[in-house]
């Protein structure tokens, strides 16, 4: 694709990669064939090859829209075009770099405003999304249905394993998981404890910054990066094995730090070790003997959230796990879709996301299973939010 940068972008350290991003496009369309959003809307602009050139015109200094941020807002930034893409064409990151860019130009109104930095001031900190989901809890019934939904029960706390064992591996505190589902993080000390690794939660650890990223506030979003990078370097110092991700959605962002910070002369190779060292929880199991763990009668229904498959391409890596175990997993038709979670697009996009998860929730109850099982605490208070069936972190299933 020719592409004639303005003289600012120029100017940026992200030069080079926009125009290697821009000139990979071949405009073939398969992209829109995977795309959940252009599936829904059949709109050209609703789908990732619309989208290029929406972003390629902003970034060659034609003028801007607000009809061009809320195509860019429409999208669920999910990369099943990328999976799709025979070019390798890096889509997300050009959006990632784009939308700063565009919304600097268009502005948002004032409801989005607010909206968004309620958003970004509450969830990422876990003292104030406590709060906030303590009160939420207790006015429950005197919500509408569609609010009480999205607010789940206290869960039941599951004990720590003590560390005991002479391999050590990290976890960071992250933010809303820590709170609407502790459970998964013990569960995985537990499964990991049963193997002979202690996971140690590092104190002074916190949001991996996905959110403010995705929502244009990069700022923000690299200042807690290099938080966690800080907090973890003692450990890694010590020789820790590895940084476990138990939220799918926060290892695609750990595992970009290195990127992210290449250009930080004081964490530019501290990122890129950090990010060396970060593993999703089910690349840890695949290295090891998982014969002290057996499968019940169960039949499982795994929702592959996206950041696993597309972002991280660990297709298929859990349900071997599972099925390696002895679980029997039912075919879920249209697996490569996204459920519509994807980060707080279901509080920006509700009706686009609705749409998503009830798609979602009818291709995972099709095969009749008894549990939907997942791997990402978004995709998880989803669906739900409207499922019929149990829906747990697949980690949940071994535990015990």
Not at 110 to 138: C, D, K, M, N
Not at 167 to 180: E, Y
Not at 253 to 278: I, N, Q, V, W
Not at 327 to 335: F, K, P, R, S, W
């Amino acid at each position: 694709m020719q592409t004639q940068l303005t003289d600012v972008i120029n100017a940026t350290p992200e030069r080079d990669e926009l125009l290697g991003i821009l000139r990979a496009c071949v405009h073939c369309g398969f992209c829109n064939a995977a795309c959940p959003t252009y599936l829904e809307q059949g709109n050209e602009l609703d789908g990732p090859r619309g989208r290029i050139y929406l972003m390629k015109q902003a970034l060659e200094g034609q003028t801007v829209t607000r009809t061009t941020q809320q195509h860019l807002d429409h999208c669920l930034t999910c990369r099943a075009c990328e999976t799709a893409c025979p070019s390798g064409v890096q889509y997300g990151r050009l959006l990632d770099i784009s939308r700063p860019i565009i919304d600097g130009q268009v502005g948002r109104k004032l409801p989005e405003r607010l909206l968004r930095g309620l958003i970004t001031r509450i969830f990422p900190y876990r003292r104030r999304f406590s709060a906030l989901l303590a009160v939420a809890r207790l006015v429950k019934p005197l919500l509408p249905a569609p609010l009480k939904q999205k607010i789940p029960p206290k869960p039941a706390e599951l004990a720590w394993p003590k560390a005991t064992h002479s391999r050590k591996m990290l976890v960071l505190s992250g933010c809303v998981q820590a709170t609407l589902a502790p459970q998964i993080d013990a569960a995985s000390a537990r499964v990991l404890d049963k193997l002979g690794i202690a996971l140690l939660p590092v104190g002074g650890s916190g949001c991996c910054g996905a959110l403010h990223y995705h929502l244009a506030d990069h700022p923000h979003a690299l200042a807690m990066a290099r938080k966690n990078i800080d907090a973890c370097q003692p450990y890694i110092e010590q020789g820790a094995e590895a940084i476990v991700m138990t939220a799918s959605a926060c290892g695609v962002m750990a595992k970009d730090y290195g990127t992210l910070l290449h250009a930080d002369p004081h964490y530019a190779e501290k990122a890129r070790r950090f990010s060396a060292l970060t593993k999703d929880l089910s690349e840890v199991l695949m290295q090891e003997d998982l014969r002290v763990f057996s499968a019940d009668h169960r039949k499982i229904a795994f929702q592959a959230p996206c950041t696993l498959q597309h972002g991280q391409r660990l297709s298929g890596v859990v349900e071997t796990l599972l099925q390696t175990i002895g679980y029997q997993l039912v075919t879920v038709a249209d697996g490569h879709l996204c459920c519509g979670s994807a980060g707080v697009y279901s509080l920006l996009q509700t009706d686009m996301a609705a749409r998503l998860r009830d798609n979602k929730l009818q291709a995972l109850e099709a095969g009749q299973a008894d549990i939907i099982a997942t791997a990402n605490i978004g995709c998880l208070s989803h669906l739900q939010s409207a499922s019929k069936q149990k829906v747990v972190h697949w980690i949940e299933l071994l535990h015990d």
